[in-house]
C-alpha cells in the first residue's frame, strides 16, 4: 500500500437503488468527507461552516458541500471521482441530475 499522497485526493460513491438515504446533500457530504480524511487539519472553510451550523444545531445545505467540495479540489492537483451505479440513484429529488 502507497502512502496517502497530500496533492491528489479520491472520493468514490456506491449507489444502490435499495438504500435510503441517497440523497445528493447526504452524498456530497461523504465525497467531501473523504477528500478531507487525507489532510492533518481541517481546512477553514470547513471549519466555519461547522461551527454555524453547530451552533444553530443545522446542517449544511447542498449549495454549502458543494461550495466546500470545490475549495477542497481547487487545493489539489489531480482529483479523482468514481461514481459506480449512477443510474441507480433517485430520480425523484434529481440526485441523478444534481451528481452529474
Known sequence: MYPPSTDHGIAYLYCNYKEN???ALNL????LKQLIHRR???PQSLEEVYSE????QTRPNLSE???LFQ???RQLRRTFIVIGALDECSEADYTRQKLS
Not at 456530497?28 to 465525497?31: A, I, N, Q, T
Not at 451550523?53 to 444553530?56: D, E, G, I
Open 71 to 73: 475549495n477542497e479540489i
Open 40 to 42: 492533518p487539519n481541517l
Open 28 to 31: 456530497m457530504s461523504s465525497l
Open 65 to 67: 458541500y458543494l461550495t
Open 53 to 56: 451550523h453547530r451552533s444553530k
Open 21 to 23: 438515504g441517497q440523497a
